[in-house]
């Protein structure tokens, strides 16, 4: 039965067909699947429950390699194949060559797409992206669900660890323990909407008697990256970066116009703003501005800014291009109950 869901790129066009002739609803997504976990099955079901058919298309052997690096794929393109066609979920499975998924799709034309995870709208691939379009494909992104990865199973294997308690899906804070510092960035440009979207989780932020007293420079112009790079000794790597946000507060705004109230607003909005690229498969990291003055002084001079609004931090922000495990730096030492 398995072998029967194996539909090869040159037929599909024709299964297709039938699909349609059938009035049957096609859901389409695309991925590696190496070593498949609980959370891909869930995903799966979920993308499932989306149409009336579902088609996964998987990289070959060669993409994975280009994707993720000499020591993958685990298991071979067919064998990654057969696993999925034995799922209930999956209609049909197609292995494709190249890291773009573009002429499959093209084959596919789905009535809805399914992406998994870190992904927003803005980043998909545009040539995927424009064959959606043609195609009138609604798209959909699914986050996974729970924090498997392959690439945190080999990891575990490799090291001989067991999946660590703060790794397990079920305290519902992974996206705290998953916040690293990522200071290698794809080259690729970060919508402006999601920066905004970042900015507001910005502004979600507590402030001492909610004065909120922050302002927010977003910057994307390359020029702009590189003059502030060079203000910063520990963050050359922002002229990598597709953006930065350079968290502000304005000392007359804040609480008793105290600048500790000040500096406490500003870094509830960073931490926001770290989780919140995080949750969008972003990476991001913190570099300080405040309370180095000729820091402070060379960012309000470029841009002319009045004396009382201090820049705090500049958060660099783009599509991560290095990959860092969860953690926390907990240690029961620091933790005091009831007393000193
Ligand atoms: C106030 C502050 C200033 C920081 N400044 C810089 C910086 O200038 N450059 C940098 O690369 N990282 C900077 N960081 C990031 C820290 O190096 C990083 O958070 C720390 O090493 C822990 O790693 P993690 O963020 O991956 O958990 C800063 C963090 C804070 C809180």
Same mark, same amino acid.
């Given at each position: 039965?398995?072998?029967?869901?194996?539909?090869?790129?040159?037929?599909?066009?024709?299964?297709?067909?039938?699909?349609?002739?059938?009035?049957?609803?096609?859901?389409?997504?695309?991925?590696?699947?190496?070593?498949?976990?609980?959370?891909?099955?869930?995903?799966?079901?979920?993308?499932?429950?989306?149409?009336?058919?579902?088609?996964?298309?998987?990289?070959?052997?060669?993409?994975?390699?280009?994707?993720?690096?000499?020591?993958?794929?685990?298991?071979?393109?067919?064998?990654?194949?057969?696993?999925?066609?034995?799922?209930?979920?999956?209609?049909?499975? #197609? *292995?494709?060559?190249?890291?773009?998924?573009?002429?499959? =799709?093209?084959? %596919?034309?789905?009535? &809805?797409? /399914?992406? @998994?995870?870190?992904?927003?709208?803005?980043?998909?691939?545009?040539?995927?992206?424009?064959?959606?379009?043609?195609?009138?494909?609604?798209?959909?992104?699914?986050?996974?669900?729970?924090?498997?990865?392959?690439?945190?199973?080999?990891?575990?294997?490799?090291?001989?660890?067991?999946?660590?308690?703060?790794?397990?899906?079920?305290?519902?804070?992974?996206?705290?323990?998953?916040?690293?510092?990522?200071?290698?960035?794809?080259?690729?440009?970060?919508?402006?909407?999601?920066?905004?979207?970042?900015?507001?989780?910005?502004?979600?932020?507590?402030?001492?008697?909610?004065?909120?007293?922050?302002?927010?420079?977003?910057?994307?112009?390359?020029?702009?990256?590189? #003059? *502030?790079?060079?203000?910063?000794?520990?963050?050359?790597? =922002?002229?990598? %970066?597709?953006?930065? &946000?350079? /968290?502000? @507060?304005?000392?007359?705004?804040?609480?008793?116009?105290?600048?500790?109230?000040?500096?406490?607003?500003?870094?509830?909005?960073?931490?926001?703003?770290?989780?919140?690229?995080?949750?969008?498969?972003?990476?991001?990291?913190?570099?300080?501005?405040?309370?180095?003055?000729?820091?402070?002084?060379?960012?309000?001079?470029?841009?002319?800014?009045?004396?009382?609004?201090?820049?705090?931090?500049?958060?660099?922000?783009?599509?991560?291009?290095?990959?860092?495990?969860?953690?926390?730096?907990?240690?029961?030492?620091?933790?005091?109950?009831?007393?000193?």
């Amino acid at each position: 039965m398995a072998a029967a869901k194996l539909v090869p790129q040159d037929t599909l066009p024709a299964w297709r067909q039938g699909l349609r002739q059938s009035g049957k609803r096609l859901v389409v997504t695309n991925g590696v699947f190496d070593l498949l976990h609980p959370g891909h099955v869930q995903y799966l079901q979920k993308a499932r429950a989306l149409g009336d058919a579902l088609l996964v298309c998987i990289n070959d052997d060669d993409a994975v390699r280009t994707l993720k690096g000499p020591t993958r794929p685990l298991l071979c393109a067919q064998d990654r194949a057969t696993m999925l066609a034995v799922l209930e979920a999956v209609s049909a499975v #197609t *292995i494709f060559a190249g890291v773009k998924a573009s002429a499959v =799709l093209q084959a %596919a034309q789905p009535d &809805i797409y /399914v992406k @998994g995870g870190d992904y927003t709208v803005d980043s998909l691939d545009r040539e995927e992206y424009a064959v959606l379009q043609q195609a009138g494909a609604q798209i959909r992104i699914e986050p996974f669900v729970g924090n498997f990865s392959t690439s945190n199973l080999v990891r575990r294997l490799r090291d001989g660890a067991a999946a660590p308690a703060l790794e397990q899906s079920q305290t519902g804070l992974h996206f705290i323990y998953a916040r690293r510092s990522i200071r290698k960035y794809q080259q690729r440009p970060v919508a402006a909407e999601t920066l905004r979207e970042l900015v507001r989780a910005a502004m979600a932020a507590p402030s001492a008697c909610a004065k909120n007293p922050w302002e927010f420079i977003v910057v994307t112009d390359k020029a702009t990256l590189e #003059t *502030i790079a060079e203000f910063l000794p520990n963050g050359k790597f =922002l002229t990598q %970066a597709a953006a930065a &946000i350079v /968290v502000c @507060g304005d000392q007359t705004k804040a609480h008793g116009e105290e600048l500790s109230f000040l500096l406490q607003d500003c870094t509830a909005a960073i931490q926001n703003i770290l989780l919140a690229a995080c949750q969008l498969g972003l990476g991001a990291c913190w570099l300080g501005v405040h309370p180095r003055q000729e820091r402070v002084d060379k960012l309000q001079k470029l841009w002319h800014m009045p004396p009382s609004v201090l820049p705090i931090a500049c958060l660099a922000i783009g599509w991560p291009a290095e990959e860092k495990p969860p953690r926390t730096n907990f240690r029961e030492e620091a933790l005091h109950w009831q007393k000193w």
